[in-house]
């Protein structure tokens, strides 16, 4: 296997080994690929307050453009430096930056909460209208993503789950219309027992742990991802602590008598707990079957067995974790990976069965213990669920702060030095033969 990224071999034709700094750059570029978050920079001085930076760079442009050597082959760099400003401000509208898809993005949330606090009992519609809108608004955008089509991300457990919910609440839906026992009560039972732990246990700790769950108005993409994680546990919320009063406000559709008895989470076959177990390893033996029987593990992979381009198509959400930064973690402490193999496998996606049947295991073991502790917690205590889905609302907004902070101060910035890397990497190798060294 070969990879554009790879180091550069020496003339006795050993690779050469890469700094800290340059395995540094690769991580970061992985790392913002996808999720395009920020983090912190030192670039300004701490006590620099805006008019001072203002004022600074003002300073620099009458000075550069007063200088002598501000000719011709300058102006043009200047001109490439706006052009290029002004692409990067297009495809940020073209990707809905603006003042329509935000003002709509905020009063959705407006909304959910005014319907959340003054009618509970209707949620559960408010949240399959908007799933059938923003499910399939998604869906194509993910159909259409660049460089890889990331449609197979619908195969993923948190997305698995919003469907079988979807599927659920319509059917009932239908059937209360026009009068058709089409679900038993006892099935009923079943699947809400499966969707309490599932839902109080595994989408509500994904919120809190999942750094792509951001609050970020303006982009259907992420709010949408916000949506299938957070909503689905407030749905539940209702059923749990507001059940009387969907049962008063939708008489011929909720039958909930079996909340009333009383549910055991723990302890039988039919608890809460082994429903719920039942449930994702359901998943979990379709998706394995996916990705290794049906060639899912190949899909993303840049290269072939015998080593030539593969030119994937498709990329999947093993592969996207595994670009984040599992990678590194699992070679560094299971693997005996270097730093430097991590991140060229990211770069070209050949992960093996064995990192595969890791990131699985992890999955079923974090995804059973949020069941057996989050949702045991949320289905005891109103102040737990409240404490959790609190939590969950505040780390998603602080998310989508970072990200609206680097959209205002730091995006264009380190656009152009991505744009312009191999010039000032040149520039600076020219400086230090000379013996002298810019100050920026």
């Known amino acids: 296997m070969s990879s554009e990224q790879s180091p550069e071999p020496s003339a006795d034709g050993v690779p ?23 983090v ?35 102006a043009d760099t200047v001109r490439r430096i706006i052009d290029h400003i002004e692409l990067v401000s297009l495809k940020r509208s073209a990707e809905g930056f603006n003042k329509i898809n935000f003002s709509i993005g905020v009063l959705n949330c407006f909304v959910i909460c005014w319907v959340l ?25 993910m159909w259409r993503a660049k460089p890889l089509n990331q449609a197979f991300y619908y195969l993923d457990f948190c997305w698995f789950t919003n469907f079988f919910a979807m599927a659920t609440l319509t059917a ?34 994904a919120n809190l742990a999942l750094p792509f769950v951001a609050c970020l108005f303006h982009d259907v993409n992420t709010m949408t991802g916000l949506f299938i994680h957070l909503m689905p546990p407030v749905v539940m919320y209702t059923f749990v602590w507001y059940n009387d009063r969907i049962v008063e406000a939708w008489p011929s559709l909720f039958n909930l008598t079996y909340l009333e008895d009383g549910l055991a ?42 080593g030539n381009p593969a030119n994937p198509k498709y990329d999947t ?77 505040v780390i998603a907004v602080l998310r989508g702060a970072n990200r609206y902070t680097y959209y205002t101060t730091k995006m264009y910035s380190r656009v152009l030095r991505k744009e312009f890397a191999e010039q000032l990497a040149l520039q600076s190798g020219n400086e230090a033969d000379s013996g002298y060294t810019r100050l920026t």
């Open 317 to 393: 959400v093993f592969h996207s974790t595994m670009r984040d930064g599992v990678c590194i973690l699992l070679g560094k402490f299971l693997r005996g990976r270097s730093r430097a193999e991590s991140l060229t496998l990211m770069e070209t996606n050949m992960f093996d069965n064995i990192d595969f049947c890791l990131y699985m295991m992890f999955h079923m073991i974090a995804s059973l213990s949020s069941i057996y502790v989050s949702g045991f917690l949320c289905f005891k205590s109103i102040i737990f669920f409240r404490l959790m889905l609190g939590a969950s609302i």
């Open 172 to 205: 009932i839906l239908i059937s209360g219309i026009f009068g058709l026992d089409v679900i038993q009560l006892g099935f009923r039972e079943v699947v809400f027992k499966a969707a309490m732990g599932v839902f109080c246990g595994v989408l509500v700790c």
């Open 16 to 38: 050469v080994a890469e700094s800290e700094e340059e395995l540094d750059l690769r991580s970061s570029m992985l790392m913002t690929q996808d999720w395009n978050l920020d």
């Open 117 to 141: 606090g003054a009618y509970p009992e209707h949620i559960w519609l408010l949240y399959l209208i908007e799933s059938y809108y923003m499910i399939p608004r998604k869906f194509y955008n």
């Open 40 to 74: 912190d920079s030192e670039e300004l001085e701490d006590n620099l307050t805006t008019v001072d930076a203002r004022q600074k760079f003002k300073n620099l442009v009458r000075t550069a453009i007063q200088h002598q050597t501000f000719k011709k082959g300058e």
């Open 265 to 306: 989470y723990f302890g039988g076959t039919d608890s809460i707990a082994t429903c719920s177990t039942a449930f994702y390893f359901t998943w979990w033996i379709i998706y394995v079957c996916f990705m290794l029987g049906g060639g899912g593990i190949d899909l993303p992979k840049k290269f072939k067995p015998d």
